[in-house]
């Protein structure tokens, strides 16, 4: 019997030892600074819709993607930051009749001639995170456009089964099959 307690014991002390090693390398969620986090999303965010990012212009809409999506993770998008985003991402979405659809990655690209119409086109990646970013902030895109979306994405499949980012490029890999995907999805 005292064995038997040594023994008990002697194991309790090893899983203890090995639970100690596995949790070093995991952060206690105590460690992590949320209200820090949301800070950073919203300074990020703000910059991405009003100033600053001009460098990363034609990927803005994936900037505010990912502070739109980290600050909904973390439980802290509130109303009014919704909407003064969604107001943002309508702009960035493609509204003239044209063969062009989805949205672009920027208001800053919106054509104000025919000569620029040319490049203000959707992109599929842009489109991804604009429905994505619409879903987050609880609207929807009506029947019409997602029509108009689809029959855009189809245009950019290529024949072996990939997607070129938009009208005016051949480039095609696994992410804009991905994005492309996923529109379907959210159907």
Not at 93 to 114: C, D, K
Not at 145 to 169: N, P, T, V, Y
Request: charged letters at 30%; one cysteine or more.
């Amino acid at each position: 019997e005292q064995r038997s307690r040594q023994k008990k014991t002697q194991v309790r002390k090893q899983e203890k030892v090995e639970t100690e090693k596995e949790n070093c390398f995991r952060p206690r969620m105590t460690d992590i600074e949320f209200s820090a986090m949301s800070k950073y999303f919203r300074h990020c965010l703000k910059k991405g819709l009003f100033d600053g990012f001009e460098g990363l212009d034609s990927n803005r809409l994936t900037l505010v993607y990912f502070c739109v999506s980290g600050l909904d993770l973390l439980s802290d998008l509130n109303d009014g930051e919704s909407r003064q985003v969604l107001a943002w991402v309508r702009r960035a979405q493609i509204q003239q009749a044209s063969e062009s659809s989805g949205f672009r990655g920027s208001t800053f690209f919106v054509a104000g001639s025919n000569d620029e119409s040319f490049w203000d086109v959707g992109h599929i990646a842009m489109t991804y995170t604009g429905l994505a970013i619409l879903q987050i902030c609880g609207s929807t895109v009506t029947a019409l456009e997602r029509s108009r979306i689809l029959e855009h994405a189809r245009r950019l499949q290529l024949k072996d089964g990939g997607f070129k980012c938009h009208a005016h490029e051949n480039d095609s890999d696994l992410r804009y099959l991905f994005r492309d995907s996923s529109h379907w999805h959210r159907r």
